[in-house]
Structures are given as structure tokens and as C-alpha cells.
Nanobody, 123 residues
Framework: QVQLVETGGGSVQAGGPLRLPCGHS????????MAWFRQAPGKEREGVAR??????YYADSVKGRFTISQANARNTLYLQMNNLKPEDTAMYYC??????????????????WGQGTQVTVSS
């Protein structure tokens, strides 16, 4: 059973940075993509960034501001967020590619098992 633990959230002023780590345990195949999703109140969960096979992809809304990366041992996933905007306010979740997942991002299904971490950006 995969377990994901997101941390690093908090409150920040617009224009500031935050870095979100996601620690994970359990078996995750070497070919599996990983991703970050977010969900704002009253909105659907949306993909933000994904990484796998040496490539990273981003939602248009975060391109040039967010960077997804993995630790060399692949046991920690990161999301570096720069130049944050109030519209980035949301609960952020990390996710693992899964055939049973219900969250789609750029053609791949993901499952999120963590509790998420709250990011609040004030203007």
C-alpha cells in the first residue's frame, strides 16, 4: 500500500515562494509517473505538474513559476512554487500513476492517497 505525506504548506504573500515535499513509502514502480494536484474550495481537483521518464509537464496556469522534481532515491517528490498568486490558494496533493486512479492529468490516471497540504496566498 502506497502512503503519501505532503508537507510544506502555509500562508504566503503574493509573489513569494513555497516548497512542498511529498514523502512516500510502499512500492512505486520505476516507470510510474508522479504528479501534484490541487483543489480549491468549490472547484474540482486539477493537475498542476507531473514527472516521469526524465520529463516534466505543467499546467498552463503554473508554467514558468512551478518546478516539479524528485530526490535521487525517488522517495521524495517536490514542488517548488515561485511567484505565487492568490489563485494558487488550494489544498495540494501528490499523486502516483495508477490504473485505478480517478484523477486525470495530461492523459494519465493518478491516485492521491495523502491528506494534502494547504497553501494560502494573500494579495
Amino acid at each position: 500500500q502506497v502512503q503519501l505525506v505532503e508537507t510544506g504548506g502555509g500562508s504566503v504573500q503574493a509573489g513569494g515562494p513555497l516548497r512542498l515535499p511529498c514523502g512516500h513509502s510502499g512500492y512505486i514502480g520505476g516507470d510510474s509517473n508522479m504528479a501534484w494536484f490541487r483543489q480549491a474550495p468549490g472547484k474540482e481537483r486539477e493537475g498542476v505538474a507531473r514527472i516521469g521518464h526524465g520529463s516534466a509537464y505543467y499546467a498552463d496556469s503554473v508554467k514558468g513559476r512551478f518546478t516539479i522534481s524528485q530526490a535521487n532515491a525517488r522517495n521524495t517528490l517536490y514542488l517548488q512554487m515561485n511567484n505565487l498568486k492568490p489563485e494558487d490558494t488550494a489544498m495540494y496533493y501528490c499523486a502516483v500513476q495508477s490504473p485505478d486512479g480517478i484523477n486525470w492529468f495530461l492523459g494519465i490516471k493518478f491516485a492521491t492517497w495523502g491528506q494534502g497540504t494547504q497553501v494560502t496566498v494573500s494579495s
